[in-house]
């Protein structure tokens, strides 16, 4: 399986700071998602990365990614209160089924 | 282009009764998969589907059943409803292959069992 787990559970921040979380897999992958949660909604997908890329980045969102370490971050600058949500990673290799860690919570205090 | 859509919203069923949750993809997506979120959980996989015909089990798979007729829908259907199947489902959708592989998720279905 290539389950993602997202560090920390959840996180607390005021507005305008930044926040980061962690994704850990543990197969090769072909690329990594990053997915967006807001209380109760389906998932929106935010992010691709591919295993060949190291960083990419989206209006106030960046991604890196370490195969090596088998590792990925998000990092969404300047918070504003509406990017809280829980935030899901992806590993994704080839056609394998689509599955998800628990979450970081993310709370941005205004 | 309507994405996937999922029916119904909401819904309440005694223990025992039985019901299919529809979903739908105008997406000619190979992949669809249901998940079931708990308070305070992540989404856990039910079942999933890569083609037409093909079916797999997830994580959770026991008390439901699916199957795959057709590209576009992918329906679960729940046997005999028990309590601990109180949840919020989820349907999902995505391409195989290539970079175009991020899921569309449907809006999710309330479901409580009594």
């Known amino acids: 399986s290539q389950q993602g787990e997202e560090d920390p559970q959840a996180l607390s921040i005021q507005e305008g700071e930044n926040a980061t979380m962690n994704c850990s897999y543990k197969t090769s992958i072909n690329n990594l998602q990053w997915y967006r949660q807001n209380s109760g909604r389906g998932l929106v997908h935010l992010i691709l990365i591919r295993s060949n890329e190291r960083e990419k980045h989206s209006g106030r969102l960046r991604v890196t990614l370490d195969t090596s370490k088998k590792s990925s971050s998000l990092l969404i600058t300047a918070s504003r209160a509406a990017d809280t949500a829980s935030y899901f990673c992806?590993?994704?290799?080839?056609?394998?089924?689509?599955?998800f860690g628990k979450g970081t919570k993310l709370t941005v205090n205004p | 282009n309507a994405g996937v859509t999922q029916t119904p919203k909401f819904q309440v069923l005694k223990t025992g009764q039985s019901m299919t949750l529809q979903c739908a993809q105008d997406m000619n997506h190979e992949y669809m998969s249901w998940y079931r979120q708990d308070p305070g959980m992540g989404l856990r996989l039910i079942h999933y589907?890569?083609?037409?015909?093909?079916?797999d089990q997830g994580e959770v798979p026991n008390g439901y059943n699916v199957s795959r007729s057709t590209t576009e829908d992918f329906p679960l259907r729940l046997l005999s409803a028990a309590p601990s199947q109180t949840s919020v489902y989820f349907c999902?959708?995505?391409?195989?292959f290539g970079d175009g592989t991020e899921a569309f998720f449907g809006q999710g279905t309330r479901l409580t069992v009594v």
């Open positions: 999902a959708s995505c391409h195989r």
């Open positions: 992806a590993p994704r290799g080839g056609s394998e089924k689509l599955v």
């Open positions: 589907s890569v083609g037409a015909g093909i079916t």
